[in-house]
């Protein structure tokens, strides 16, 4: 089957305010509406909005228009994705959340993520647009513009045909997803999970968290973790300020070195491998004053565990196995029901704690809970075995205990 981007459809690219306040009003008319953002990247601490694409209408055949912020303030399409009274459609929605909370500080209010919900109807995790496309539609997409120049003004045709194709499928793979999810009853789901996640990404990171995200900062001492936290707080928030890259103020590598070194002058600070020396003449009286403080702050990476839990990766690499198996079973991606953080603190509460007050985890709650999050507590308790069953899809059987009545 050709693929759009080799035929004749008329493209239209809004760039006046009048034609753009007549798409949201039909969008808001529709009630819903698929969305996809192209932008850069490369040079900018929050990515340069370059092109916005959406499409409203019958999933079969939707009106599609393309606006091209560089004429015209896509604010009001912002607005609809803040609007609990509009859906809004989008695959693999977390980068476009964000570029929107950094642009106009837009929070999802009710985005529909297809990614995360292909991934609870039996699709494969993670899938991307164009394979998901090809299994519902059948349609086999072009990527001849998926690294293209999406700033240059005129865009390319085929560009534009590119940029249509990215919301033309989304209201249709939709609606054979949520009568998917219908038919097995995960639509509150995927609803809370992809409310979720609108939430989360469209905040920004924290500055006082920023430390975390510093390649090799795990192998630092305490003293040194806690001058790190300091400087990687104040190089996120001059990064912002300046719209470029955390890197290009310091780099990793730069800022564990000073960590480590603790300069006590600029002239100290100067000698750093990879310091700037404009750096170092603007902001070496503020960095210092940093550095002082974190020296008396000391930070440790994770609560010192007892020697009860020197068997908590065996148990750890257990439970994930008693998820993987009841997700299978379920066609749900695992990692929407418990990440590898979520196991472990669950095995060293229960290794440290004898059954107290339960962990405040999503595992053991609400549809996590009944999928696979009893059965873990089960077994925790003795209460199930598990064996292995090469005749099994997945190489093991879990079986019920009997009861010991002596």
Known sequence: MPTYEQSNEKVELIADTDRLAWVVESIRSSSSFGLDLEFITEGYYSPK???????????????????????VDIGPIADLVADPQIETIIHAAQADLQVLADTYETVGQNVIDTQIAAAFAGYQDQIGYASLVEKIHGTKLSKASQFSDWEQRPLATRQLHYAQNDVRYLSGCWAVIKKRLQQTNRLSFVASECE?????????????????????????????????????????????????????????RTLIEIARAMPDTPSDLEVIRGMSKSVVTKFSEELLRLIDIGKEQPLRLTEQYSSKTQHAPALSSIVSAIIGVECKKAGIAARFVATRKDIDKLIHWYLLNDYAEEPDLKLLQGWRRELVGELVLDWLRGRISISANPESSSGITLDIKEPDVS
């Open 196 to 252: 979720h996640y609108a939430q989360v990404w469209s905040q920004r990171p924290a500055p006082e968290e920023m430390y975390l995200k510093v390649e090799k900062m795990k192998s630092l001492r305490p003293k040194e973790l806690g001058v790190l936290k300091y400087l990687a707080d104040w190089r996120e928030r001059r990064a912002r300020t300046l719209n470029v890259p955390r890197t290009r103020v310091i780099s990793d």
């Open 49 to 71: 909005l370059a092109l916005v694409q959406v499409a409203w209408g019958h999933p079969k055949s939707p009106t599609i228009v393309i606006i091209d912020p560089f004429e």
